[in-house]
């Protein structure tokens, strides 16, 4: 477990923290649309939401779309700055660094929000979940090469079809290479997926009977598994002062 967030990486390592990950972002993304109304990791949906309110009118549902995009793009340039710092100096927590920001973020998060009451309490909520959004989703894309993508499921369910597709087809044509499916792909993808959905669930009815609270411990894992390597970075550094 204690690997999982170092610089040294592995497909191995990628996908283990990507399932952990994957449940994380499912069950924010319920919490928050049963809050306020409003999935912060729905970056389409949202941006759609904007373009039609333009037309039929701005209402609180599209100021917190704003909101929410604005928040989940503040989240991703967050990441950039903070992983290329650590990697300009070589740390060994360049990854880890944005992960604890963001278990520290969702712990906050979920000891704190049921202290907010007023009218902007929503637009706090949203705010700090799509940064969160942003924020892991950014990670996981460095640390992937790309490869991977947790706080959504278009992409992957696309990518699903895709090799269920290449599965399904027959030869007919002689002499020419096989269309071949990638089952160990589709099986991180099935994995990924099903996590997100777990989430969810976990998150709607955690929330219901918890309320936010029910984030804290799938914050403090986190914190745990990115803990180390900045540790190691802190260590290091004292020694060589």
Known sequence: ???????????????????????LAGMLNSVGFVAV??????????????????????????????????????????????FNWGRRRDLRGRYANVLVIEALLVLAFGLLAEQLHGPHRAFVFISVLGFTMGLQNAIITKLSGAQIRTTHVTGMITDIGIEIGKAAYRERTPGLPPVTADARKLGVLVLLVALFFMGGVLGALGYLRFGFPVVVP????????????????????????
């Open 218 to 241: 799938m914050a403090l894992v986190l914190l745990v598994v990115a803990s180390p390597p900045v540790l190691q970075d802190l260590r290091r550094r004292a020694q060589s002062d």
């Open 37 to 82: 109304s409003a999935y912060t990791s729905h970056m389409t949906g949202l941006t759609a939401t904007v373009a039609d309110s333009l037309v039929v009118g701005f209402d609180e549902l599209a100021w917190l779309a704003v909101v929410a995009l604005a928040a989940f793009v503040v989240g991703a340039m967050t990441c950039a700055v903070v």
């Open 1 to 23: 477990m204690f690997g999982l967030t170092g610089s040294e990486r592995t497909t191995v390592r990628n996908v283990q923290l990507a399932s952990l990950l994957a449940l």
